[in-house]
């Protein structure tokens, strides 16, 4: 769990803060502002270093089973040597100190974020409710940050009720949509991926079949050539595995077709509320606070999802 001294600290090195919207006249927006830079800022800092270790565990895993199959397959025997430096920096990079605790920062930040995201707009819709009021259970207890973070928020004196149809549900609309496509590109680009490992599989052990059967009725090849001809079936199969392994590392713990469900929903949500407004012709603030408390399940949701998502020390 991340406390909120750690993020009062950490705030403080952050140089640039990313910002809801501009201009912001309204001191305890501003303030609220602030805080959402910083977390998000944290967040994907985080974000970076946590995809940076699965990218490198990704990779390194299935090199691991490569060589090791040209060391045993094709009897390469130096290659053992390989393996073994590869199984430490595998082990390097899962262990490294600096970045220990990244995915859960980089969870527990965005979570933040997107919390005070929600309290920015309530607030800018002239109600003056805290968002800690309807926070989930879950994120309640599971993240103090956020309540923490929250119970210290100052309180909107204005009575002043602004408009957040476009700033907020249309703008996030936009934003999930166009996140949508993307992820659903990335998935579409890892099933095809996948495809093209699952036929080459099938496709050499097809050969090895073959080879086999002919090997033992007519036996056209002598015992060294047939050694060697395995040795390449081998090879062709572990490789196929390989790039299995690392599809199921990388795009796996990235969790797309998770995103790809979560943002399509978040879309819908927020298009259902502008079709409420639109109908009403009037911003009420039971649709706000409807809205307001679906984001925050969505969030939990998210992070319940992303959870499991930490990088391991495995070559599968």
């Known amino acids: 769990m991340i406390y909120k001294r750690e993020f009062d600290e950490e705030r403080k090195k952050c140089e640039k803060l990313t910002h809801i919207e501009e201009p912001i006249s309204d001191s305890a927006l501003i303030e609220i502002d602030k805080l959402f830079g910083a977390a998000d800022v944290l967040s994907m800092k985080y974000s970076e270093i946590h995809h940076d270790k699965i990218r490198n565990i990704s990779i390194i895993a299935p090199l691991i089973v490569f060589f090791f199959l040209l060391y045993e397959a094709a009897e390469q025997h130096f290659l053992i040597f390989v393996v073994t430096g590869l199984i430490l920096l595998l082990y390097y990079v899962y262990r490294q100190p600096n970045d220990e605790d990244a995915h859960e920062k980089y969870l527990e930040y965005r979570v933040l974020a997107e919390t005070l995201r929600v309290q920015y707009f309530i607030s800018k819709a002239g109600i003056k409710k805290n968002v800690i009021d309807i926070l989930p259970w879950f994120t309640y207890i599971r993240i103090p940050l956020v309540k923490d973070v929250l119970s210290g928020l100052p309180t909107i004196e204005t009575n002043k009720k602004e408009s957040i149809l476009d700033c907020w549900i249309r703008n996030q609309m936009k934003y999930h949509d166009g996140a949508h496509k993307k992820a659903l590109k990335q998935l579409e680009k890892n099933e095809f991926y996948e495809k093209i490992s699952l036929i080459a599989t099938i496709i050499f052990y097809v050969i ?36 299995t392994i690392f599809l199921s590392n990388y795009y796996g713990k990235m969790s797309i077709s998770s995103k790809v469900d979560e943002h399509l929903r978040m879309y819908w949500l927020y298009q259902k509320v502008e079709h409420e407004i639109i109908h009403t012709k009037e911003e009420h603030e039971d649709q706000i606070m409807y809205l307001a408390k679906e984001c925050l399940t969505e969030n939990t949701i998210w992070y319940s999802h992303q959870k499991k998502n930490k990088p391991d020390f495995a070559v599968e």
């Not at 090997?215 to 390989?242: E, Q, S």
């Open 208 to 243: 090895a079949l073959i080879f086999e059967i002919s090997m033992m009725i007519y036996a056209p090849f002598d015992m060294h050539t047939a050694h060697w001809i395995r040795a390449g079936l081998k090879i062709g199969v572990g490789t196929a595995t390989a790039i």
